[in-house]
């Protein structure tokens, strides 16, 4: 039977939430220092209105709301996943007084996109936003890639067994080193210094290629935000392809790669251990995917793109970008649909719902898990040929070696499912307003993988229900599903579970 949550359990709840709408209020100041610097009156009073608003209400629910016991794991949990949805509606109203987007929802959907490192946008006369608002929407990536609440462990929330409850909630499991703390400020200071070397060199090559030295280094910083955290929002509305470069194209490759290899992986690699990219079995099955479903997209894309070169830079390019939960497009959306043959399209649909790495900025399925099913299988075949009273025991290296148990496929099993189930339904309520399955399909899984490649469906001018689906699965795919689950079960307890003191 369930336990019915108390007052006190919502107490806690909303007392942590204030904490982190403070966090994310603090946040704001970069845009608007950029907004200042560039002599954006206009968005600088946005960027002021909004932080103040974000740092009011967060205090507001400190005091209202004041808790001094830690966090439980439904607590924990639920405080993450209702933090994400706090966080696009916050992100939203700068973004709304900007004066580029049609509705609140649509600023809500750029809001989430940002925050979930999807991708999708819809932006208008992306061409002519103001400095600030680029810097804001890419932020938002930036923030979103290492963690909404690695943010708060890292400067606001002391190091207790709830806060490692609330990172878990993120679906980041791995304990990087002993403290979830430092662990925190290990992805920070990794991702800061990717930023300041991916900032140099493409600046450097934007600058080469004739952009203004201020705005190729400000687009530099952009997209490799972009890049790294695995998002795809680009300051322009062509996207990579604006910049017509290959070596932008070669040098933002080699940035959503990083971005999708594992915190921990690059945590021994930064010490030394360089071997663990060879023996990780999630590296191994991540670059065997992206190997096989790029030979066989390149296949399919003979006939549309003849030439070796434009075969890698439309084809292998997406395919790397699609896999990585990047969403960097090097073409136009509507070239999917009307140029991209049906295999292509599906190999395409099959990259991005397999993912990246976990515990990285990546969504999507993940290389780690689908490894634990291979060896899940092969531990199954050895089991059937081996004689009756032999104990078969499966291993894999991921950082370590560990023995396969049944609780880790399970979970793989769960997660896996749960995937299938959201790219479904998101394809089925696309159909459901009139838009071919192939299409709606693409949409659905780069939404709930949070990739952010387009087939052309997402548009300010799509159906307000497909926006909405599409919020729920960016949501629902960037936590994982767990950190939902329990939230949803904690409401369905208050209202059907029996009276007691929740544990």
Not at 17 to 41: D, H, K
Not at 103 to 117: K, N, R
Not at 241 to 265: C, D, K, Q, R, W
Not at 405 to 427: C, H, K, P, W
Request: glycine share 8%.
């Amino acid at each position: 039977m369930l336990l019915r949550p108390t007052n006190e359990d919502f107490k806690i709840i909303v007392h942590y939430i204030g904490r982190l709408i403070v966090g994310l209020g603090i946040i704001l100041v970069v845009p608007l220092i950029t907004a200042l610097v560039f002599n954006e009156w206009d968005r600088a009073l946005d960027f002021s209105i909004s932080m103040l608003l974000a740092i009011f209400f967060g205090l507001l629910l400190q005091k209202i709301f004041p808790a001094t016991r830690d966090l439980n794991w439904s607590q924990g949990l639920a405080v993450t996943s209702i933090s994400w949805l706090v966080a696009m509606l916050l992100g939203a109203v700068p973004l709304m007084l900007s004066g580029h987007y049609a509705s609140y929802l649509d600023a809500c959907f750029d809001a989430m996109s940002g925050f979930a490192t999807t991708g999708l946008t819809l932006i208008q006369n992306l061409d002519h936003v103001a400095h600030s608002v680029n810097m804001w929407r890419h932020l938002m990536m930036f923030l979103g890639g290492q963690g909404i609440v690695v943010i708060a462990l890292t400067f606001l929330v002391k190091g207790t067994a709830g806060a490692y409850r609330m990172y878990v909630g993120e679906a980041r499991e791995e304990r990087i080193l002993p403290n979830v703390i430092q662990t925190a400020r290990f992805i920070w200071l990794i991702s800061l210094v990717y930023l300041v070397i991916g900032t140099v060199i493409l600046g450097l090559i934007g600058f080469f290629e004739g952009l203004p030295l201020v705005r190729s280094f400000l687009h530099g910083s952009w997209v490799f935000m972009a890049a790294f955290d695995t998002g795809g929002f680009a300051p322009q509305s062509q996207n990579i392809l604006y910049y017509h470069s290959l070596p932008y194209e070669l040098a933002t490759m080699v940035f959503m790669i990083l971005g999708t290899l594992n915190f921990g992986l690059q945590y021994v690699v930064w010490h030394g251990n360089f071997r663990e990219l060879f023996k990780n079995i999630e590296t191994r099955t991540l670059f065997s995917s992206i190997t096989i479903i790029s030979l066989m997209t390149t296949l399919c894309l003979l006939s549309t793109y003849p030439y070796l070169m434009a075969n890698f830079r439309k084809g292998f390019y997406h395919i790397v970008s699609a896999h990585s939960g990047t969403g960097f497009m090097t073409i136009y959306a509507p070239q999917f649909a009307n140029e991209w043959n049906l295999p292509a399209l599906l190999m395409t649909i099959i990259a991005m719902g397999l993912g990246g790495s976990a515990c990285s900025t990546a969504g999507g399925i993940k290389a780690l898990r689908i490894g634990i099913f291979f060896k899940a299988l092969l531990q199954d075949i050895k089991i059937i040929m081996s004689p009756g009273s032999a104990i078969v025991v499966q291993k894999f290296h991921h950082i370590k070696d560990i023995i396969l148990e049944d609780r880790l496929v399970r979970s793989a099993l769960i997660i896996f499912i749960s995937y299938l189930a959201t790219y479904l339904a998101g394809a089925l309520v696309g159909v459901a307003y009139g838009y071919p399955l192939a299409e709606a399909s693409f949409e659905s899984v780069s939404a709930a993988a949070n990739v952010g490649l387009s087939a052309g469906l997402t548009s300010p001018t799509m159906p307000a229900g497909l926006k909405i689906t599409y919020i729920i699965e960016m949501w629902v795919g960037r936590l994982e599903f767990m950190s939902i689950f329990i939230l949803f079960g904690l409401v369905f307890a208050r209202l059907t579970g029996a009276r007691g003191k929740s544990h």
